[in-house]
Nanobody, 128 residues
Framework: QVQLVESGGGLVQAGASLRLSCAAS????????MGWFRQAPGKEREFVAA????????YYADSVKGRFTISRDNAKNTVYLQMNSLKPEDTAIYYC?????????????????????WGQGTQVTVSS
């Protein structure tokens, strides 16, 4: 099991950048594919980005491709989401998640149903 705490959210103007962090505790972080999801008011939670346990493979939703970058530092038990060129439609609560099931080194997990552990979320608001 992995405990997750997100930080780095805030209120920014369109075009600005933010970097979200997700600090993990627990023995399985370095063996866990990680992901970022978001949920806007009145909408379902949606996939944003995922990274394999070693960091060698990443995957992005089309809506953020080219603007967001997911990365991880296993020595610091932290996964990041660098968000550039933010748009008002990026406004949401952002959650990080850990897939604690055994996985291959290049496995990325895309479905929220496959993630066992979730953080409490951090609010990102982008004004126009």
């Amino acid at each position: 099991q992995v405990q997750l705490v997100e930080s780095g959210g805030g209120l920014v103007q369109a075009g600005a950048s933010l970097r979200l962090s997700c600090a993990a505790s627990g023995r399985t972080f370095s063996s866990s594919p990680m992901g970022w999801f978001r949920q806007a008011p009145g909408k379902e939670r949606e996939f944003v980005a995922a990274i394999s346990r070693g960091g060698g493979r990443t995957y992005y939703a089309d809506s953020v491709k080219g603007r967001f970058t997911i990365s991880r530092d296993n020595a610091k038990n932290t996964v990041y989401l660098q968000m550039n060129s933010l748009k008002p439609e990026d406004t949401a609560i952002y959650y990080c998640a850990a897939d604690s099931d055994p996985s291959g080194i290049f496995t990325v997990t895309l479905s929220s149903d496959q993630y066992e552990d979730w953080g409490q979320g951090t609010q990102v608001t982008v004004s126009s």
